[in-house]
Structure formats: structure tokens, C-alpha cells
């Protein structure tokens, strides 16, 4: 895009400079000769004067050294009177020369002729100066087109990162404006696409919870209710007891089918993410936003975990602690990362030194629309449907100091085909 765009501002340039430069040295050119010729035009104005002067004072006499005076140095004065031969004196302009002729009163002519050589390369000089003045323009419009390049160009890209990162998961609405009307309409219509998209996918976490509670629920105690009927004494009903809690069954199984699917579904975009590349790279942003408030976050990751999340949501979820924590915290905040308690899970921690979350309201703290601090209530509800999403949990593992706890899968084999795992070591 900024290639393109300073292509195009640089063509504009020299096209401008083209139309302007090539009219301006034909004119500079011409106005240089049309000068030179006013001037010799002047000075034999001047020569027939003083010519026309000796001839009324002399009766018929002229002197051609006192008039060769009033013309130039390099310059052949031609005196041509009636019945007389020509007059010359003066140096040969050669074979390139300027001429110039005036009337004398007597009856004749005066002509001057100057070498156009010394006309010429002031016409050289001229032009060259032309060139340059449309060169120098140029090159002022080749840096404008750069800076305003990569002035356009940064924005554009930046808007791009922030559209591929609303595809990946990463709904935080982004404060940054180009200062460009219609760059901030598009910025503004991401963050409100965004907080949609956060809105859609809570929602969609809440549902398939409350269904799938719901209908869980509800099989149990029809299963219990078949379960005694299976004991009567009636053969008939003993028949129908048990094809019913078959069927009870099977739909219990086709429920866990389509909660397993949608899980899949919903861990399209998860991969096997290296915590401790990609933890310093989301906390960059946040670490200046907290120094400007005079804290410091620190990042405690062990080498060699790896969690299977989706890197959008990870940024998202890892961003929406890091603000509870500014907005809400104090201190010193710390992310550590170690291998969970339970097997194939790796814990990630958010912790501050402040005075941590009121037991009245650390059992709330994930409820939508729920906020201790004045603020919207809806990113830890959302940070916890994104962790749910991609398999994990999140909890409130202290409240003072508030702890928050990222609970993540472990990678299995068969989450990234056609990569080799290690082995486990074992003694041989």
C-alpha cells in the first residue's frame, strides 16, 4: 500500500513537474534572446542618433569612432548612406551573430551585429537553472510523497492488525485514532464490531451451558424414574421401561456428541502456543501503560510450556486481567506461568500487591454486567467464555491479593498433525 501510494503521489509529481518545467525553459529560452535583441535594438538606436547629430553638425561628415561609443565593445557597426559606400568598424561577430538595423535621418542605415555565442550560453544557463529549480521541486515532492506514505500507510496497516486480530479472537476495543476521518469511521466500526462479536460469543457460552444443564438435568431424572420400572412385575412394562432408558440413553450420549462437537468447533483456531515467546510480546503494551502509573509488571514464565489456545483469545484474556489489574490493582503486577497440579494443564497467574477483590464480591466478579469499580462489567464474563471456548478455565484463586487463574490445556500429538512429539523418557 505505501508503495503504491508513493508511486502514485511521485508520478503526480513529475508529471507536474514535466508540464510546468518543459513550457518554463522554451520561455526562459526565448525570453533570454528577446532581452539580448531589445538591448542591441537600443544601443543602435542610440548609434543613429549620434549619427544623425554628426551629419546636421558636420554637413555630410560622420565620425564612426565617436558613434562605435554608444554600441558594444564586441559588436560590427555597418553605416550605409546614399551614394556612399558602406561603413565599417568593429570586431567580425563570425558566422552565429545578432543583428539589429536602425534608419538614419540622412537617408541610410545603421546596423550592429554581436557574436550569438555569449547569448547562447546565457540561454544554457537559464534553462539549467530551470532544471534544477524543477529538479529541487521533485525531489520536495519525492520526501512530502514518502512522509505522506508512510503516514497513510501506517494507519491502513494498523487497521489491518487490528481487523486480523477481531478475526482471531482478540475483541479489545483499540483507543488509537489516525487523526484521518475515514480511518477513525473504520477504527470506530471495528471496536463496535468487537464489542458485538464479545457479546455474541458470551451469549453463545452461556447458552450451550444452560442447555446443556438443562437437558443433562432433565435425562437424569428421567432415567431415575425408568430405572424402578425396570423391576416390575409386569413383563410388558419391564419391556417398555427398558427400550425407553435405551433410548434415554442414547440420547444422553447424542447430547455429549454435539457439546464434544461444538467444543471442537469452538477450538477451531486453538494451536500449540510457546508461553514463554508469546507472554513478554502481549504484556509489551501493557508493561508502558503501567510504568506511566509508576508500577511494574513482571513476566515469570517457564521455559518449554507450551498451552493449546487460541492466540487471539490468549492476548484477549491475558489483556483483560492485565486492566482489571490496572484499573482495580496496585503494586507490582506478575504473570507467572508453571505446570498445573492436574495432568495435561499448565496454569497461568495474574497477580497485584493491592488490596485485592471484597469477599462480598469475589463469588460475582465473572457475572455479566457486574462491577465493583464503576466500570462496564463485562470483560472478566468474557475473558472466562473465551477460556471456556478453547477448553480451559478461569477462576478468582485469591481475592486478597486477587490471584486470577488461567487454567490451559497441555498440546496433545494429535492437536498439530504431522509434527513429532518427543517421547516420554523412560528407563531402559
Excluded at 30 to 39: G, I
Excluded at 85 to 98: F, H, N, S, W, Y
Excluded at 399 to 408: G, T
Aim: proline share 5%.
Amino acid at each position: 500500500m505505501r508503495r503504491r501510494i508513493l508511486l502514485a503521489i511521485l508520478l503526480a509529481v513529475a508529471v507536474t513537474g514535466a508540464a510546468l518545467g518543459i513550457p518554463l525553459g522554451v520561455v526562459a529560452w526565448q525570453l533570454v534572446e528577446t532581452l539580448q535583441r531589445e538591448s542591441l535594438a537600443a544601443s543602435v538606436r542610440r548609434v543613429a542618433t549620434v549619427l544623425d547629430d554628426q551629419l546636421t553638425a558636420q554637413e555630410g561628415t560622420i565620425d564612426l569612432a565617436s558613434a562605435k561609443l554608444a554600441a558594444p565593445s564586441d559588436s560590427l557597426m555597418v553605416v550605409k548612406l546614399q551614394r556612399e559606400k558602406e561603413l565599417r568598424t568593429g570586431v567580425d561577430p563570425g558566422a552565429e551573430q545578432i543583428s539589429e538595423s536602425a534608419p538614419i535621418a540622412h537617408e541610410g542605415s545603421v546596423t550592429l551585429s554581436i557574436p550569438a555565442q555569449p547569448m547562447r550560453t546565457r540561454q544554457g544557463q537559464v534553462v539549467l537553472l530551470v532544471v534544477l529549480i524543477v529538479t529541487l521541486s521533485v525531489g520536495t515532492g519525492t520526501v512530502v510523497a514518502t512522509v505522506t506514505a508512510r503516514k497513510l500507510a501506517k494507519p491502513l496497516r494498523h487497521v489491518a492488525e487490528r481487523a486480523a486480530k477481531l478475526g482471531g479472537g482478540d475483541f479489545r476495543p483499540d483507543p488509537s485514532r489516525y487523526g484521518v476521518g475515514e480511518l477513525d469511521m473504520v477504527a470506530e466500526a471495528l471496536d463496535t464490531s468487537g464489542t458485538a462479536l464479545a457479546q455474541i460469543v458470551q451469549r453463545e457460552r452461556q447458552l450451550v451451558g444452560d442447555v446443556s444443564h438443562q437437558l443433562r438435568s432433565r435425562l437424569t431424572a428421567l432415567q431415575l424414574r425408568l430405572e424402578p420400572l425396570t423391576v416390575h412385575p409386569d413383563p410388558d412394562v419391564v419391556d417398555e421401561s427398558r427400550a425407553a432408558q435405551e433410548q434415554a440413553d442414547r440420547l444422553a450420549e447424542a447430547l455429549e456428541e454435539l457439546l464434544a462437537a461444538a467444543r471442537a468447533a469452538s477450538e477451531v483456531g486453538a494451536e500449540p502456543v510457546e508461553l514463554a515467546a508469546a507472554m513478554p510480546e502481549i504484556c509489551q503494551e501493557w508493561r508502558q501503560l503501567l510504568r506511566a502509573e509508576g508500577r511494574n509488571l513482571r513476566v515469570r514464565v517457564a521455559d518449554g510450556l507450551m498451552a493449546r489456545v487460541t492466540p487471539g483469545r490468549l492476548r484477549e484474556v491475558i489483556g483483560v486481567l492485565l486492566d482489571n489489574a490496572l484499573r482495580h490493582g496496585a503494586g507490582t503486577v506478575t504473570i507467572a506461568a508453571r505446570r498445573g497440579d492436574a495432568e495435561g494443564t499448565v496454569v497461568v497467574e495474574v497477580s497485584d500487591t493491592g488490596l485485592g477483590v471484597p469477599d462480598e464480591l469475589a463469588p460475582h466478579v465473572f457475572e455479566r454486567g457486574f462491577s465493583g469499580g464503576g466500570s462496564t462489567g463485562v470483560g472478566l464474563a468474557l475473558a472466562r467464555a473465551l477460556v471456556e471456548a478453547d477448553g480451559g478455565r478461569l477462576e478468582l484463586s485469591s481475592s486478597r491479593p486477587a490471584v486470577f487463574s488461567l487454567f490451559l490445556r497441555v498440546p496433545r500429538p494429535g492437536d498439530v498433525p504431522e509434527v513429532r512429539w518427543p517421547a516420554e523418557r523412560v528407563p531402559r
